[in-house]
C-alpha cells in the first residue's frame, strides 16, 4: 500500500505551485497599502492596527511593482487553488484518509501525550506507532486543510470586489471588509509559519526520502 495516495501527491504538487504565486503576488498587492485594519474600512495611519513593512521586489510577483499585473497572477492561481483543495477533501472523504490519518482521538489530546510528542520532537525523533501520523502532525495538517486554506479562500472571496456584491453576508460575517483583508494576511502569513517549519522537518526527516515519497507515494514501514 502507498505511503501517500495519487490524489494526495498530485495535490500537494499542484497546491505548493498555487500557493507560492499567490503569496510572491500577494506581497505585492501589500506593498500597495502596507496598512491593516479591523472593520468595515480604513485608510489613515492611526486607525491601522499594524503596518506591515515593504517586501522587496525580489519577493515578489512580478518582480517589480504592478499592482495590476500582481492582480492577475492572483486572480490566475485563486481558482486551481480552490478548486485544487475541494478536490483534496472530496478524495480524503472518499478513501477515507482524513478519518483513517488525520482524525485525533481522546487519548492525544491529553496533555501527558502532547506533552510526550512535543519532546520527541524536540530530540529530532519523528518515528511514532499507531498511525500514519502523531498528534502534532495531524494538529498542524488539520489546522492548514480545515482552517488556513479555506480561510484564505473565504477571505479573499469577502475583498474582491467583483465578489462583494454577491457575497455582502460573507463580509459582514467576517466583521467587514478591513477585518477580512486583516485575515487574509495574518492566514497568509501562518501559511508561511507552517511552510518554513514543514520543509525544516522535512530537511531534519531526510530530505532525498521524504521527497522520493510524495513522488512515487512511498511504501508503508519505508525509512
Not at 501520523?133 to 480545515?146: D, I, P, R, S, T
Amino acid at each position: 500500500m502507498k505511503r501517500h495516495a495519487l490524489s494526495t501527491r498530485i495535490w500537494h504538487w499542484l497546491n505548493l505551485v498555487c500557493v507560492v504565486v499567490l503569496f510572491m503576488s500577494g506581497l505585492t498587492i501589500s506593498n500597495a497599502h502596507r496598512r491593516l485594519y479591523w472593520g468595515d474600512w480604513g485608510f489613515a495611519p492611526e486607525q491601522a492596527w499594524l503596518a506591515v513593512p515593504r517586501f522587496p521586489d525580489w519577493m515578489t510577483i512580478p518582480g517589480y511593482y504592478s499592482l495590476a499585473v500582481a492582480r492577475d497572477w492572483h486572480i490566475l492561481m485563486a481558482w486551481p487553488f480552490a478548486l485544487l483543495l475541494l478536490f483534496m477533501w472530496v478524495t480524503m472523504l472518499v478513501n477515507r484518509h482524513f478519518k483513517r490519518d488525520l482524525v485525533t482521538t481522546r487519548a492525544e489530546w491529553k496533555p501527558r501525550a502532547i506533552w510526550h510528542d512535543i519532546v520527541q520532537h524536540l530530540k529530532l525523533n519523528f518515528d511514532h506507532e499507531g498511525g500514519k501520523f502523531n498528534f502534532l502532525q495531524k494538529l498542524a495538517y488539520g489546522l492548514v486543510l480545515g482552517v488556513f486554506l479555506p480561510m484564505m479562500i473565504f477571505t479573499g472571496i469577502a475583498i474582491s470586489p467583483g465578489m462583494e456584491p454577491t457575497f455582502g453576508w460573507l463580509v459582514d460575517l467576517l466583521g467587514g471588509r478591513q477585518s477580512a483583508r486583516s485575515l487574509h494576511f495574518i492566514f497568509a502569513f501562518a501559511l508561511f509559519g507552517f511552510f518554513i517549519v514543514h520543509v525544516l522537518l522535512v530537511l531534519l526527516a531526510g530530505p532525498i526520502g521524504q521527497i522520493r515519497d510524495m513522488i512515487t507515494g512511498g511504501r508503508h514501514g519505508e525509512a
